[in-house]
């Protein structure tokens, strides 16, 4: 992409950014299943609950990997992160905006018994859990989207 096509391309994100008051909600992290699989292609939403209003949409990669970002307003309310997959009991969690949340989350399937649940990746365990099986693949591969 040339430098005039990044300019065009990242101008409208920046503004909207300025123009929100430089705030954001995000969460980053990696789904499985309870045997240690990683789940591809869960839906992962990211919505005002006062509202129901969708602010973002990502989905995990072939490696149960995922990142979601959105510019918002300034002030201080929690949003709601939906994750959904075919065959997997779906999970919400609250984010808050200023926190960078990391997340394990282990999707449970639609008939096991047990619920579908997460826990936050500590900082011990991040180059395992997360930086090492979720560092972007150079070169056109998958990376964290």
């Known amino acids: 992409m040339g430098l005039s096509r990044l300019r065009a391309h ?18 980053h992290g990696i789904i499985k299943t309870p045997d240690g699989n990683p789940v591809t292609d869960a839906s992962l ?14 989905s995990s990669d072939l490696r149960g990997c995922f990142s979601v970002y959105e510019p918002v307003k300034s002030g201080d309310r929690p949003y709601v992160l939906h994750i959904l997959s075919p065959g997997h009991k779906s999970l919400d969690l609250t984010v808050r905006m200023h926190e960078k949340p990391l997340f394990l989350v282990t999707l449970a399937g639609d008939k ?12 011990r365990e991040r ?8 560092v972007p693949v150079r070169g056109g591969g998958i990376g964290l989207r």
């Open 10 to 27: 990242l101008a409208p994100v920046l503004i909207s950014t300025i123009a929100q008051g430089c705030a954001s909600v995000s969460a």
């Open 45 to 58: 939403t990211l919505t005002e609950p006062e509202t129901g209003k969708l602010t973002a949409r990502s």
């Open 112 to 123: 096991s018994p047990d619920e579908s649940a997460f826990r936050p990746i500590l900082p």
């Open 127 to 134: 180059n395992v859990l997360y930086d090492i099986p979720c």
